[in-house]
Structures are given as structure tokens and as C-alpha cells.
């Protein structure tokens, strides 16, 4: 089984998302904007570290008391 791991989403998914950003500005012949793509990069980090908390298996333990004993 894979196990999900936030830094091997990152450094799958970025260069992917990365790869395709630089592809749609040739393509299109946009002008680049740095702050532009810096605000991009971050919400894709953002949506990046959602889903991961989303699908990561969240684990809940009920805690157990013992019994309280009155003399």
C-alpha cells in the first residue's frame, strides 16, 4: 500500500502543475506576472495541503476509565 505523505504529493503534483502553467504561457503568449504566479503556486500549495488533510485517515481514540470504587 502507498502511503500518503504530504511532501510526496509536493514533489509529484508541483512540477506537474508547473510544467502545465509554463506550457498554457507559450501556447497562449501570455505576459508573466511574478506576483501573479506566486499567488497561484500558493493557493495550489493550499489545496494541495486541504486534500491531503481531507483523505488523511483520521484516527479517534475513545479513552476507557476505570471504574471509580466506593468504600
Request: hydrophobic share 55%.
Given at each position: 500500500m502507498i502511503r500518503?505523505?504530504?511532501?510526496?504529493?509536493?514533489?509529484?503534483?508541483?512540477?506537474?502543475?508547473?510544467?502545465?502553467?509554463?506550457?498554457n504561457y507559450v501556447?497562449?503568449?501570455?505576459?508573466?506576472?511574478?506576483?501573479?504566479?506566486?499567488?497561484?503556486?500558493?493557493?495550489?500549495?493550499?489545496?494541495?495541503?486541504?486534500?491531503?488533510?481531507?483523505?488523511k485517515p483520521f484516527?479517534?481514540?475513545?479513552?476507557?476509565?476505570?471504574?471509580?470504587?466506593?468504600?
Amino acid at each position: 500500500m502507498i502511503r500518503l505523505n504530504l511532501l510526496n504529493m509536493l514533489l509529484v503534483l508541483i512540477p506537474i502543475f508547473l510544467y502545465i502553467r509554463r506550457k498554457n504561457y507559450v501556447k497562449n503568449k501570455e505576459n508573466f506576472d511574478i506576483h501573479r504566479e506566486i499567488i497561484v503556486i500558493l493557493f495550489f500549495i493550499y489545496v494541495l495541503a486541504v486534500s491531503y488533510l481531507t483523505l488523511k485517515p483520521f484516527h479517534m481514540n475513545i479513552p476507557i476509565f476505570k471504574p471509580v470504587q466506593l468504600n
